[in-house]
């Protein structure tokens, strides 16, 4: 199953047994509610990812990864089992969605695509939406294994700022990567992790159908920012939502070693103690 799949290949596919998750996800500052959004559009059958419900509750931090067994609760919770196949999708084309591909693959969950365009592009397809809450009921989910190879923490960041053993991708904007405006959140810095190179994510996605842009647009995207994809990459971005859209293209692409810091600048930013350019 690839990664991606489009719009005619789940209108295809849907009755076939398939998982659909809406994973929309907004900033604070957008003072938007996903859920409430949810409930008034969605692909039929489709259930409600909560990424922030889905997280660490006990991190100071948004929405950190959490752990294996509170994972295997949320997601059986929904009605997934660890063998079902899992198509994820947001109301933006492109955003959200991969930090809920990411999140499954950093537990071990195979079987999980994400839909190119999301509800942009199934809504400009002409396919029926549904209204209302979808009643799923709850399976077990055997607890996995977190795949800890996909997931950086602030001491390998640090580390790294000497080694040069990745290279750092900040999925940000280029205006809050240079440090030329103010974090959407709160007392943090300005600036980037020193050595780390700008790609941000919806340089990606196509402005119009708001999906991902052809592979050879995209290697020009990475080669552009002096990305070399020969590389390890390791990925960041505000709060680990975004970088998992540039984490998604660059295993698309073929990149072996892909992982997410996962506390991204809203730990990096925070900590007087860590470097930054």
């Not at 053993?165 to 940000?172: C, K, P």
């Amino acid at each position: 199953m690839d990664a991606l799949v489009s719009v005619a290949w789940l209108r295809e596919h849907r009755g076939d047994g398939l998982r659909v998750l809406d994973a929309t996800w907004h900033l604070p500052t957008a003072k938007r509610d996903a859920y409430a959004e949810f409930l008034e559009s969605h692909i039929p059958g489709a259930a409600f990812f909560d990424i922030d419900a889905a997280s660490d509750a006990q991190s100071t931090l948004p929405h950190m990864l959490p752990s294996a067994r509170a994972f295997a609760a949320y997601a059986g919770g929904l009605g997934i089992a660890a063998d079902d196949t899992i198509v994820v999708y947001d109301t933006y084309g492109m955003m959200s969605a991969p930090r809920v591909w990411w999140m499954f693959r950093a537990f071990g969950h195979a079987r999980v695509a994400v839909l190119d365009g999301g509800l942009v592009a199934w809504r400009a397809s002409g396919a029926p939406v549904a209204h209302g809450e979808h009643v799923v009921s709850p399976v077990p989910y055997a607890i996995p294994v977190l795949d800890r190879a996909r997931v950086r923490d602030r001491a390998a960041m640090r580390d790294n700022v000497a080694t040069g053993r990745e290279i750092v991708i900040d999925a940000r904007s280029a205006a809050r990567f240079r440090g030329e405006v103010d974090e959407p959140r709160a007392g943090l810095r300005r600036g980037h992790i020193p050595q780390s190179r700008n790609l941000p994510f919806d340089t990606l996605v196509d402005a119009g159908s708001k999906c991902l842009l052809p592979d050879a647009a995209l290697r020009a995207r990475f080669a552009e920012a002096g990305i070399d994809l020969a590389r390890p990459l390791a990925f960041t971005c505000g709060s680990g939502i975004t970088a998992c859209v540039d984490a998604f293209v660059a295993e698309r692409l073929g990149v072996r070693h892909v992982a997410v810091y996962d506390g991204s600048w809203a730990e990096w930013g925070a900590d007087a103690s860590l470097p930054i350019a």
